[in-house]
């Protein structure tokens, strides 16, 4: 199990975090929920290491990590498959299972043909799509997702939402994703954490039953749970039903 307790981290005089705790169990996709500002990426980035707290504990054991962005963050000068293979060669593959790695991972994203491409030449879902593979090419057990489908339109969401479902399914992995998108949170988690004040302190924890996300009176709850009623958005109801 992956967690923080009690973390507390500020930005200079802005604290952010205030004996913040939670878990997160192996294999388990949790969503971080809530308004801009609140410190979702903030977890995301102790978990990953790249913070530390100023007090408090964060618990992860030694494990490999994707991370994947909200912006694709490609190497413009590296080809598809160059930028691919980067976790890869910083962990000292050989050449001929980084290829062999490589090469399985583009025809599972429906790259195939596009390895010696440059982001340039690929549209948004396409850059997206790299970056996904990018981080599930070196097996991690941890995955951090920062809002990384806020930048497509809704097809494409959808679209990506179905591959980041395939790609877990494939390779199980503890999974923490950041969203502003309620829709969003209920398609893709087992449970969500609500972060809503300032600091962020305790979240509350809304878990998620799959067998009812066609459910208009389960998402209704959820709804005000998570949303406080009347601020949903338009036609979520009828978003949700289609599996949107």
């Not at 996709?29 to 609140?38: A, D, M, R, V, Y």
């Not at 979702?40 to 913070?51: A, D, H, P, Y």
């Not at 030694?62 to 490609?74: C, E, N, S, W």
């Not at 489908?149 to 199980?172: C, V, Y």
């Amino acid at each position: 199990m992956y967690s923080l307790h009690n973390v507390s981290l500020s930005f200079g005089q802005l604290k952010v975090l205030d004996n913040f705790s939670a878990d997160f169990s192996y294999n388990q996709f949790t969503c971080l929920f809530g308004p801009s500002g609140i410190g979702k990426s903030t977890v995301l980035n102790l978990l990953s290491g790249l913070l530390k707290p100023d007090s408090g504990e964060v618990h992860v054991p030694d494990t490999t990590i994707g991370y994947v962005f909200q912006d694709a963050r490609l190497l413009p000068w590296c080809t598809v498959k160059e930028n691919m293979e980067i976790g890869l060669y910083a962990a000292n593959t050989p050449k001929a299972k980084r290829d062999k790695m490589v090469s399985s991972m583009i025809e599972r994203l429906g790259l195939t043909g596009f390895a010696n491409y440059y982001p340039s030449q690929l549209s948004g879902g396409m850059r997206q799509r790299v970056s996904l593979g990018r981080a599930f090419v070196v097996d991690p057990q941890l995955l951090l997702m920062d809002e990384p489908f806020s930048g497509l339109d809704e097809a494409l969401k959808l679209e990506m939402r179905n591959l980041l479902t395939e790609l877990i399914s494939w390779h199980p992995c503890t999974t923490v994703f950041v969203t502003h998108d309620f829709l969003e949170a209920i398609y893709l988690a087992d449970r969500v954490l609500l972060l809503a004040e300032k600091p962020c302190s305790t979240p509350t924890v809304v878990n998620i039953d799959p067998e009812r996300r066609g459910d208009p009176e389960y998402i209704r709850n959820l709804e005000n749970v998570m949303l406080g009623g009347d601020n949903r958005p338009t036609n979520t109801k009828s978003k949700i039903c289609q599996g949107e």
